[in-house]
């Protein structure tokens, strides 16, 4: 992962982002400074959406957020806009920054009660950032409540006031903004779901902070994924290569009743640069398999552990993926322990992860003892039978932390399926995609992404950066296709996005 990417790209939590402002502070920039210039960020965005002449209402909490809030009033006001400012709490106890912000505004705090009345071509929610832990209520939820009802737009500070910037999470009323203002750096909640709906476009504003010092005081492990995380990573193949050194991939294959599933992961791995894909399917599938195109997909037939290792031995395989339409008989479960036995990097999914949920060592224990990489794809479903059963993972609200504890205890490379899917490696490192559709909700999708990453794989990328690469590529392919596309049509649109991307 490249320097400049892992700069760019850093997710914040909470309390990282306070660290952050200390650090801006301490370097010399006084706290009111970075408050008017997050304001001013406020402000702006408020005036594009409303326009000159126009009103906005602003809504303030009792804190620093409200503080960008007074600061935006301001800004606003002499702008020639008409402008209402209504702090639910009442205008009592502010502190801090948030008071001095107060006191230059220096107009009138209205109640809630004001509401009714309170004219908004645009309103602003500066309740609560990302940093609030309880649900809100009170006079608050009331607020919220108001915001969602307006049939106005809706600009948050920071966060959508109610949700988590670290988790995404909401408990209870949580406001649904138009488009949320945040400042430095994104923090993991704009990314994860329900968070990164409720917050609508995201604006990251420079305030100021002294991004090398303060990341490097921080030392963010999360990122937003993007090729600039792993295109340094990328495989590249010189003129006098060839298919071997491209890498060979295996595809675990079940009976006639599955023959689709694997075929999509092979050419999947074909299409993103592997230079051979072999399936390798129960014998009385081997007929089906030879008559299926595309021409470029070997098979031949494994009907048992002896079969597969013999294979293993005589063939020049880089990587192996199992699990799409693989079965879940006695047969599944040898070819599992065989995979993971084995020296070669993996893929599983589909079935294979009901497999090592099913078994009775545990699944993490079964792959910690692996001397190779391995890469688990679960959609909700499969993570919780493998995972949900563990107590440190079973409480946890964050997505994010989910993968972070799962790829710990399994020792394997996670990437946790989902509109939010996060990558997490088992030293720590994660990322949430950004990329994708919900014309990828169809049968097939997760099974060409699972070949996708065997792919990069076998051409020796690293599994972290390679689960990254292939959620982002599958994601902008579903983007790209759009409503209407099957799996079939993933692998296709590979090619072309590798020209964009890797030419970039």
Same mark, same amino acid.
């Given at each position: 992962?490249?320097?400049?990417?892992?700069?760019?790209?850093?997710? =914040?939590?909470?309390?990282?982002?306070?660290?952050?402002?200390?650090?801006?502070?301490?370097?010399?920039?006084?706290?009111?400074?970075?408050?008017?210039?997050?304001?001013?960020?406020?402000?702006?965005?408020?005036?594009?959406?409303?326009?000159?002449?126009?009103?906005?209402?602003?809504?303030?909490?009792?804190?620093?957020?409200?503080?960008?809030?007074?600061?935006?009033?301001?800004?606003?006001?002499?702008?020639?806009?008409?402008?209402?400012?209504?702090?639910?709490g009442g205008a009592e106890g502010f502190r801090g920054d948030a008071a001095i912000a107060l006191q230059r505004w220096g107009g009138p705090a209205e109640p809630l009660s004001a509401l009714g009345s309170a004219q908004g071509d645009v309103?602003?929610? +500066? =309740?609560?950032?990302?940093?609030?832990?309880r649900p809100l209520s009170g006079a608050f939820a009331e607020a919220a409540a108001f915001l969602n009802n307006t049939g106005r737009p809706v600009i948050a500070v920071d966060m959508p006031s109610g949700v988590s910037g670290d988790t995404?999470?909401?408990?209870?009323?949580?406001?649904?903004?138009?488009?949320?203002?945040?400042?430095?750096?994104?923090?993991?909640?704009?990314?994860?779901?329900?968070?990164?709906?409720?917050?609508?476009?995201?604006?990251?504003?420079?305030?100021?902070?002294?991004?090398?010092?303060? =990341?490097?005081?921080?030392?963010?492990? +999360?990122?937003?994924?993007?090729?600039?995380?792993?295109?340094?990573?990328?495989?590249?193949?010189?003129?006098?290569?060839?298919?071997?050194?491209?890498?060979?991939?295996?595809?675990?294959?079940?009976?006639?009743?599955?023959?689709?599933?694997?075929?999509?992961?092979?050419?999947?791995?074909?299409? *993103?640069?592997?230079?051979?894909?072999?399936?390798?399917?129960? !014998? +009385?599938?081997?007929?089906?398999?030879?008559?299926?195109?595309?021409?470029?997909?070997?098979?031949?037939?494994?009907?048992?552990?002896?079969?597969l290792e013999a294979f293993l031995e005589s063939h020049r395989i880089s990587a192996m993926l199992a699990g799409p339409a693989l079965g879940l008989g006695r047969r599944s479960e040898d070819l599992v322990r065989t995979v993971i036995r084995?020296?070669? !990097?993996?893929?599983?999914?589909?079935?294979?992860?009901?497999?090592?949920?099913?078994?009775?060592?545990?699944?993490?224990?079964?792959?910690?003892?692996?001397?190779?990489?391995?890469?688990?794809?679960?959609?909700?479903?499969?993570?919780?039978?493998?995972?949900?059963?563990?107590?440190?993972?079973?409480?946890?609200?964050?997505?994010?932390?989910?993968?972070?504890?799962?790829?710990?205890?399994?020792?394997?490379?996670?990437?946790?399926?989902?509109?939010?899917?996060?990558?997490?490696?088992?030293?720590?490192?994660?990322?949430?995609?950004?990329?994708?559709?919900?014309?990828? +909700?169809?049968?097939?999708?997760?099974?060409?992404?699972?070949?996708?990453?065997?792919?990069?794989?076998?051409?020796?990328?690293?599994?972290?950066?390679?689960?990254?690469?292939?959620?982002?590529?599958?994601?902008?392919?579903?983007?790209?296709?759009?409503?209407?596309?099957?799996?079939?049509?993933?692998?296709?649109?590979?090619?072309?996005? =590798?020209?964009? *991307?890797?030419?970039?």
């Amino acid at each position: 992962m490249d320097t400049v990417g892992r700069a760019e790209l850093a997710l =914040l939590t909470t309390q990282q982002m306070a660290m952050a402002d200390r650090v801006a502070i301490a370097a010399g920039t006084p706290g009111i400074e970075l408050m008017e210039r997050a304001g001013r960020a406020v402000a702006d965005a408020a005036f594009r959406r409303a326009g000159a002449g126009s009103a906005v209402t602003l809504l303030c909490g009792p804190g620093n957020n409200g503080g960008d809030g007074f600061v935006a009033a301001r800004l606003l006001r002499e702008r020639g806009l008409r402008v209402c400012v209504v702090t639910p709490g009442g205008a009592e106890g502010f502190r801090g920054d948030a008071a001095i912000a107060l006191q230059r505004w220096g107009g009138p705090a209205e109640p809630l009660s004001a509401l009714g009345s309170a004219q908004g071509d645009v309103f602003v929610d +500066a =309740l609560f950032g990302a940093g609030l832990v309880r649900p809100l209520s009170g006079a608050f939820a009331e607020a919220a409540a108001f915001l969602n009802n307006t049939g106005r737009p809706v600009i948050a500070v920071d966060m959508p006031s109610g949700v988590s910037g670290d988790t995404g999470q909401g408990e209870g009323v949580a406001v649904r903004a138009s488009e949320t203002v945040t400042f430095f750096r994104l923090k993991p909640g704009h990314l994860l779901q329900p968070g990164r709906s409720l917050c609508g476009p995201v604006t990251v504003a420079d305030i100021g902070i002294p991004a090398g010092v303060a =990341l490097e005081a921080v030392g963010p492990t +999360a990122f937003r994924n993007d090729p600039a995380l792993w295109r340094s990573a990328w495989p590249r193949h010189e003129v006098d290569t060839h298919k071997f050194r491209r890498g060979a991939v295996a595809v675990l294959a079940g009976g006639i009743a599955g023959v689709g599933a694997p075929r999509l992961g092979a050419r999947a791995a074909l299409r *993103i640069g592997a230079g051979l894909a072999t399936i390798l399917c129960e !014998p +009385a599938a081997l007929p089906v398999h030879a008559a299926r195109g595309p021409d470029a997909l070997m098979q031949r037939a494994v009907s048992d552990r002896r079969a597969l290792e013999a294979f293993l031995e005589s063939h020049r395989i880089s990587a192996m993926l199992a699990g799409p339409a693989l079965g879940l008989g006695r047969r599944s479960e040898d070819l599992v322990r065989t995979v993971i036995r084995s020296d070669r !990097p993996a893929v599983l999914d589909a079935d294979a992860l009901t497999v090592l949920a099913g078994s009775a060592e545990g699944g993490a224990c079964l792959l910690r003892g692996r001397s190779t990489e391995t890469v688990l794809t679960p959609h909700e479903g499969e993570f919780q039978r493998l995972f949900g059963k563990e107590p440190a993972i079973a409480g946890e609200p964050s997505k994010l932390a989910r993968a972070r504890k799962a790829a710990a205890l399994s020792g394997a490379v996670v990437v946790y399926k989902g509109p939010d899917t996060v990558i997490a490696g088992p030293g720590g490192c994660a990322a949430i995609n950004t990329t994708g559709s919900a014309a990828l +909700a169809t049968a097939g999708a997760g099974d060409v992404l699972a070949g996708l990453i065997a792919g990069l794989l076998a051409q020796g990328m690293p599994a972290f950066e390679a689960g990254c690469a292939a959620a982002w590529l599958h994601g902008l392919a579903g983007e790209r296709l759009g409503a209407g596309l099957i799996a079939d049509d993933l692998p296709e649109a590979v090619p072309l996005l =590798l020209r964009g *991307i890797l030419t970039a």
